[in-house]
């Protein structure tokens, strides 16, 4: 009868109680990383103030022949380091910037202010006109026009390109890397950069349908991560159930429940600690020796240059997802701790008392004087 009783206890444990919590650990996790003001507002803040250094990295980089291998994709990159202005001038003087610290900051900040419960949810609209008026600023025409003017002069061959880009029979997809002589290149180009930023909108909500919603006591981040702990309460009823079921004793229900908490802890733990780690390795040492046909030079600088920006993604997604499973063995082992100071074995309950048998009488007491 144990041993049939111990059993039906594992299966629910092992078919049910462990995979339900492995999944919910990785759920609870996930929704707090990305309902995290630092995930939503304070990363997106940093990487708008790396932007303009990554910039200037990426456009010293990219004119050694070393990096970029094609000659078309070198020679644009030389004859813009020609031109006088750097990537990071060009980002502010045509109000690129300005945009960016000003209005997208401020939408990240509002962003911020709502996941931490400093103010209601309602839109928060992203202007987005400044930012078409900064790509179609006269310091872009200028860099775009010097640029052109810098670069090396063509061959027959190269010139009957630009002539197909300029009657539009061509795509914008590779330029030739030489000086275009052919007449309407330049307002080809400056058309096609038009029509790029005229199918922009010209804002963005966020939040959008959100109106008259309630303000959340704990702010919205810590209110949807503390409905979604309740998410526990699944794996631990199954967990619960099978103990009682394998051991019904207090030491035995202790030892089997926070057993299997820590059985499902600990491979979850070690699963998001490899992804964590194995995601970083790749980002920042494998996947620039990995030689892959459909990659750029170009694309593996920009991925080079602007690493960050996944390293602090993977960072922030994955982080939580180890803080919870962290906690959930640590839960195990307490009540494995617990389990050692509690009963072994449930109290007989108590039964009928047997009738007394019937002894000799007495001899009677002698008279009172």
């Given at each position: ?30 929704i707090r990383a990305t309902t995290s003001p630092e995930f939503v507002s304070d990363l997106p803040q940093r990487i708008i103030a790396d932007l303009p250094d990554a ?23 030389q004859a813009a380091a020609q031109t006088g202005i750097s990537p990071k001038e060009l980002l502010e003087k045509s109000g690129l910037m300005d945009w960016a610290r ?265 008279p009172a004087h």
């Amino acid at each position: 009868m144990d041993a049939t009783r111990k059993i039906i206890g594992i299966c629910i444990i092992v078919f049910f109680g462990l995979p339900i919590l492995f999944g919910v650990t990785w759920a609870v996790g996930i929704i707090r990383a990305t309902t995290s003001p630092e995930f939503v507002s304070d990363l997106p803040q940093r990487i708008i103030a790396d932007l303009p250094d990554a910039a200037d990295q990426i456009f010293r980089a990219a004119q050694d022949e070393g990096s970029i291998r094609d000659s078309d994709t070198r020679a644009w990159f030389q004859a813009a380091a020609q031109t006088g202005i750097s990537p990071k001038e060009l980002l502010e003087k045509s109000g690129l910037m300005d945009w960016a610290r000003g209005e997208l900051t401020e939408a990240l900040k509002q962003i911020g202010m709502v996941l931490r419960g400093e103010r209601r949810p309602a839109p928060i609209v992203l202007d987005m006109k400044p930012l078409k008026a900064a790509l179609l600023s006269p310091e872009i025409d200028r860099f775009l026009e010097s640029t052109l003017e810098h670069l090396p002069p063509c061959d027959a061959s190269r010139t009957q390109d630009w002539a197909e880009i300029a009657a539009g029979t061509r795509s914008f997809d590779n330029l030739p890397g030489c000086r275009p002589d052919v007449p309407g290149v330049r307002e080809a180009l400056l058309a096609a950069r038009a029509k790029a930023v005229g199918r922009m909108d010209d804002r963005t909500e966020i939040f959008e349908g959100i109106h008259d919603f309630p303000k959340f006591p704990l702010g919205f981040s810590r209110s949807i991560m503390f409905v979604s702990v309740f998410l526990f309460l699944i794996p631990a009823a199954f967990i619960f159930v099978g103990a009682l079921i394998a051991d019904s004793s207090p030491r035995g229900f202790l030892r089997w429940s926070g057993g299997s908490i820590l059985a499902g802890g600990v491979p979850t733990l070690l699963l998001a600690l490899a992804a964590k780690h194995f995601s970083l390795w790749a980002i920042r040492e494998g996947a620039l020796s990995w030689n892959t046909h459909w990659t750029s030079d170009l694309e593996y600088l920009l991925f080079d240059k602007l690493r960050m920006i996944p390293e602090g993604v993977i960072q922030q997604l994955l982080s939580p997802v180890v803080t919870a499973a962290v906690i959930v063995c640590v839960v195990g082992i307490v009540l494995l701790a617990v389990s050692s100071g509690a009963r072994g074995k449930r109290l007989p309950a108590p039964g009928p008392t047997p009738p007394v048998a019937a002894g000799p009488t007495a001899p009677p007491a002698p008279p009172a004087h």
